[in-house]
């Protein structure tokens, strides 16, 4: 029986297991891919305390696994595709097994939203991106565009100056959601032009992305941008699909918890990017899942649970 069995390897998973295999108990995380999720896809991780000069993602998340793996947590690498939560025990369950767990931490973190144009999903991989700071080098010297407002449509758009010739920052709104900072530099950055009040309307490509047309919010009038890339930066969609019946969830999916990371069943708590923040970011992530882990201590102290490992 494991006693915090965590669901999700990223930011908030692992700093959940750190705490909890340092509070003395047997902890195992479950992961689909390799520990560290959205963190290893930061190229400069520069807004995360205590490192002045920024830390590369790829950097923080395998400091981050050492760290959790020093305090004895275990590592499962399986998706978990079915939960059963009411009850006093808890039950993950894997294609391969079924693991009976006393706590739950959910930390599963969030997928980025789709625009929903037709050909999207044929263009993924073929121009349409998701992660400027993964994709961006593929297009040195070409132009692209960015969809979104907030700070990591900002961020997307500074990091693809470094290598496009031209990038087009393209938002619904007549003003960006995104932090002072970030909006400050995108104004001084020469090689970006930001297009307000404008909805991407239409993909030209069929094998490759050639273009983009856009619609104005205020007119009728469109315009074509002539565009090798498009970065998608429109939100993210939490991770809560396969236990949602279970759990309280907001309207856009995400987990609603309380100050103690508890979610709505006992035993059970939620952290990072699939619970319902004002702010997705590594520093929030990590913050939860410490508070996910001391309470569901507290749980298991208060419920008078054996813990598997002193
Ligand atoms: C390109 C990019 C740049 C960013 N830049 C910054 C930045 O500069 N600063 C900043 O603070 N934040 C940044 N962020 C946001 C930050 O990375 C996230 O907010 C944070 O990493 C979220 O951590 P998490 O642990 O909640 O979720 P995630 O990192 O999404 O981790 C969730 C993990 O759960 C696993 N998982 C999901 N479902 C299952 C399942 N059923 N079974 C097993 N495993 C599962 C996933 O594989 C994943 O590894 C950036 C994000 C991206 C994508």
Known sequence: MIDIAIIGGGAAGLTAGMYAARGGCQVTVFESFLPGGQSAKIRHLENYPGFAQGVSGVDFVLALQEQASRFGVEFCYETITGLHLQGEEKLLISAKNRYPAQTVIIA?????????????????????????????????????????????????????????????????????????????????????????????????????????????????????????????????????????????????????????MATSCPGVYAAGDCRETPLRQVVTAAADGAVAASSALEYLISQGKTLHRS
């Open 108 to 260: 599963t973190g969030a997928s980025p939203r789709k625009i929903g144009l037709a050909g999207e999903e044929r263009l993924t991989g073929r121009g349409v991106s998701y992660c400027a700071t993964c994709d961006g080098a593929l297009f040195r010297d070409q132009a692209v565009a960015v969809v979104g407002g907030g700070d990591t449509a900002l961020t997307d758009a500074l990091v693809l100056a470094n290598y496009a010739a031209r990038v087009y920052l393209i938002h619904r709104r007549d003003a960006f959601r995104g932090s002072f900072i970030l909006q400050q530099r995108v104004k001084q950055t020469a090689n970006i032009e930001t297009v307000m009040s404008h909805v991407p309307k239409q993909l030209i490509g069929e094998d490759k992305l050639q273009g983009l047309v856009l619609q104005s919010t205020v007119t009728d009038l469109q315009r074509t941008l002539p565009v090798a890339g498009l970065f998608v930066a429109v939100g993210v969609n939490p991770q809560t699909e396969f236990f949602q019946d279970q759990l309280e969830l907001s309207g856009n999916g995400a987990i609603l918890v309380d100050g103690k």
